[in-house]
T-cell receptor, first 113, second 115 residues
Framework: EAQVTQNPRYLITVTGKKLTVTCSQNMNHEYMSWYRQDPGLGLRQIYYSMNVEVTDKGDVPEGYKVSRKEKRNFPLILESPSPNQTSLYFC????????????FGSGTRLTVV | AQSVTQLDSHVSVSEGTPVLLRCNYSSSYSPSLFWYVQHPNKGLQLLLKYTSAATLVKGINGFEAEFKKSETSFHLTKPSAHMSDAAEYFCVVSDRSGGSYIPTFGRGTSLIVHP
């Protein structure tokens, strides 16, 4: 089944403790992206990647890192999480140049206390 | 640069009545447009897409949208609302800005359906 898999689904952590949210897709998509969703603000893009070893900042990159060492994986790293990073996070992927829609993961609800 | 505006943050309808969720876009190129639906505690699901073919696009669950270039609009409609349609809806625009298709999301419209 074609899908984007995020882990974990739920995470509660403490301020300053490094964490990684994993994202993996099995569709050979070049494009992958991370979004955060907050009430009243919709989805805001954090980082995106056009291919292996190619990443770019989105609209709200501060406090986040990403890497794209393999085509299928695009982890989101919070080196020192803060409470304002409490949010619902989504990973998405698609083919570049094929605006046929994006496949989203099921989301990761992160709480930083 | 591309942008998208969802004109209503909340829309409330009664079951069995028509649904209209409004979306206006801005794009320097021929855009692709999408509607996504997000049910409570779920991920986003593609409802329908416009990619320069027919201007009236039919999607899942009886939804459809019409691309109107002169009005730069891509409103989502359904003839008769069902309780299960209650969800958050996102309009998305994507064009060739910068040489690649990077989507821009609207802020979302919450559809409330009353019995």
């Amino acid at each position: 089944e074609a899908q984007v898999t995020q882990n974990p689904r739920y995470l509660i952590t403490v301020t300053g403790k490094k964490l990684t949210v994993t994202c993996s897709q099995n569709m050979n998509h070049e494009y992958m992206s991370w979004y955060r969703q907050d009430p009243g603000l919709g989805l805001r893009q954090i980082y995106y990647s056009m291919n292996v070893e190619v990443t770019d900042k989105g609209d709200v990159p501060e406090g986040y890192k990403v890497s794209r060492k393999e085509k299928r994986n695009f982890p989101l790293i919070l080196e020192s999480p803060s409470p304002n990073q409490t949010s619902l996070y989504f990973c998405a992927s698609s083919l570049i140049g094929d605006p046929g829609g994006y496949t989203f993961g099921s989301g990761t609800r992160l709480t930083v206390v | 640069a591309q942008s998208v505006t969802q004109l209503d943050s909340h829309v409330s309808v009664s079951e069995g009545t028509p649904v209209l969720l409004r979306c206006n876009y801005s794009s320097s190129y021929s855009p692709s447009l999408f509607w996504y639906v997000q049910h409570p505690n779920k991920g986003l699901q593609l409802l329908l897409k416009y990619t320069s073919a027919a201007t009236l696009v039919k999607g899942i669950n009886g939804f459809e949208a019409e691309f109107k270039k002169s009005e730069t609009s891509f409103h989502l409609t359904k003839p008769s609302a069902h309780m299960s349609d209650a969800a958050e809806y996102f309009c998305v625009v994507s064009d060739r800005s910068g040489g690649s298709y990077i989507p821009t999301f609207g802020r979302g419209t919450s559809l409330i359906v009353h019995p």
